[in-house]
């Protein structure tokens, strides 16, 4: 301490310098809270990955918050790896969105071959792929994943991007 200040000034001057810290620092975790973060997973130096980035940016500057005021952050996890990774669950449960060439890609695992029912045709004709929600995104990301596959590839009731597995009569 200074020998010239009493104790309530050594406090006072104490929090002076402490107080811009510990705001600053409460502001920065109020700003990250209201991100919500969408991690896609794709094959690196694919077709796709110039047209899709493009469509990243798109959304993110368009319409990139959800209902409650969170703002979206679309993140690409491209990697050359991917294909081999795929059929690892642990892998995919990192992912809020997954893109796939073909059907025959999900293939690699018969969890990931169920949900491909779900997933929807994108990019172009001329490059196509399959954009897919895992059945293990919830809660926000969920809502925030859906709303980027709505501007990405739009629902259409008339064309699912695979059929739907026939039911078997139970006995």
């Known amino acids: ?3 010239y200040m009493t104790r309530n000034q050594a406090i006072l001057l104490t929090l002076a310098c402490v107080a811009p810290s510990l705001l ?3 502001c920065k975790k109020n700003a990250a809270d209201n991100y919500v973060h969408v991690d896609v997973y794709g094959q690196m130096n694919s ?3 110039p047209l899709l980035a493009a469509r990243f940016r798109s959304f993110s500057h368009d319409k990139a918050t959800l209902p409650t005021g969170r703002k979206i952050v679309v993140g690409e996890v491209l990697e050359a790896n991917y294909y081999d990774n795929l059929a690892n669950p642990e892998y995919r449960a990192k992912a809020q969105m997954l893109v796939l ?3 025959q890609e999900a293939a ?5 071959a169920a949900e491909f029912v779900h997933a929807r045709k994108g990019c172009t004709v001329q490059i196509p792929c399959y954009l897919l929600i895992p059945n293990s995104v919830s809660g926000e990301q969920r809502d925030a994943a859906q709303q980027l596959l709505d501007y990405l590839a739009p629902a259409t009731a008339s064309s699912p991007a695979a059929p739907a597995p026939a039911a078997t009569p139970q006995s």
């Open 1 to 3: 301490m200074f020998p």
């Open 24 to 26: 600053w620092a409460g």
């Open 47 to 49: 077709r796709y990955e």
């Open 101 to 103: 060439n073909s059907e």
């Open 108 to 112: 690699v695992d018969p969890n990931l």
